[in-house]
Antibody
Framework: EVNLVESGGGLVQPGGSLRVSCVGS????????MNWVRQAPGKGLEWVSY????????YYADSVKGRFTFSRDNTRNSLFLQMDSLRVEDTGVYFC?????????????WGQGTLVTVSS | SFVLTQPPSVSVAPGQTARMTCGGN??????VHWYQQKPGQAPVVVVY???HRPSGIPERFTGSKSANTATLTISRVEVEDEADYYC???????????FGGGTKLTVL
C-alpha cells in the first residue's frame, strides 16, 4: 500500500523560513516524480512544485518561484520543501502527491498534509 | 497559462444525476483529471485523462470532454458523494499543473 507522510509544519513569522518533509513507502520511491500541493484554509487546491524521479528537474508555481526549493533524497525515500521569505498567503496545508506513471501528470496518491501557518 | 473555471456549487437530490463542469481555453490539448475531497481529508482522483476511472472508483463516476469544457458526471448520487470536486490539467507548454477553483457538491 502506498503511504506518504508529511511532517515539519508549524507556526512561523512573515519573512521566516520552514522546511517540510514527506516520507514515502509501499512503492519504489526513486521511480516516481513527486509534487507539493497546498490548500489555504477554506480555499481550493494549488499546485506548488514538481520534482523528477532523479531530482534533476524541478518546476515551481509562479507564486513561490525564487522562495521555495524542492529537493529529494531517494536513499531515504524523502522529499523536502524549503520555504524561505514566507508570506501570510503561504499559510495552508501542504500535501505531497505522487505523479502517475502514465505520462498524464495527475496525482495518484496523496499524503494527509502538514499545516503551515505564517503569522506574526 | 491555463485558467480552469468551475461553478462554485452544485446541488442534487439522492438518486439523481450531478454534472460538474470545468472550462478553459485549450483544454482540448491536454487530459483533464478530477479529484474528490471530503472535509479534513486528502483529495482522491476519481477520473483521469478525461474519462478513465481508477480502480476502486464506482462506475457511477464518468468523465467527458467536448471543445473547451470537461464534465464530471455522477449518476445515482449518494449522500456519501457530498464533497468538493476539483479539475486539474498539465500545461504542456509551461510544465505547470493547474487546478480549477473547485465545485462543492451538496446532496440535498
Amino acid at each position: 500500500e502506498v503511504n506518504l507522510v508529511e511532517s515539519g509544519g508549524g507556526l512561523v513569522q512573515p519573512g521566516g523560513s520552514l522546511r517540510v518533509s514527506c516520507v514515502g513507502s509501499g512503492f519504489i520511491f526513486s521511480d516516481y516524480e513527486m509534487n507539493w500541493v497546498r490548500q489555504a484554509p477554506g480555499k481550493g487546491l494549488e499546485w506548488v512544485s514538481y520534482i523528477s524521479s532523479s531530482g534533476n528537474i524541478k518546476y515551481y508555481a509562479d507564486s513561490v518561484k525564487g522562495r521555495f526549493t524542492f529537493s529529494r533524497d531517494n536513499t531515504r525515500n524523502s522529499l523536502f520543501l524549503q520555504m524561505d521569505s514566507l508570506r501570510v498567503e503561504d499559510t495552508g496545508v501542504y500535501f505531497c502527491a505522487r505523479s502517475d506513471k502514465s505520462g498524464w501528470h495527475y496525482f495518484d496518491s496523496w499524503g494527509q498534509g502538514t499545516l503551515v501557518t505564517v503569522s506574526s | 497559462s491555463f485558467v480552469l473555471t468551475q461553478p462554485p456549487s452544485v446541488s442534487v437530490a439522492p438518486g439523481q444525476t450531478a454534472r460538474m463542469t470545468c472550462g478553459g481555453n485549450d483544454i482540448g490539448r491536454t487530459g483533464v483529471h478530477w479529484y474528490q475531497q471530503k472535509p479534513g481529508q486528502a483529495p482522491v482522483v476519481v477520473v483521469y485523462d478525461d474519462s478513465h476511472r481508477p480502480s476502486g472508483i464506482p462506475e457511477r463516476f464518468t468523465g467527458s470532454k467536448s471543445a473547451n469544457t470537461a464534465t464530471l458526471t455522477i449518476s445515482r448520487v449518494e449522500v456519501e458523494d457530498e464533497a468538493d470536486y476539483y479539475c486539474q490539467v498539465w500545461d504542456i507548454f509551461t510544465d505547470q499543473r493547474v487546478f480549477g477553483g473547485g465545485t462543492k457538491l451538496t446532496v440535498l
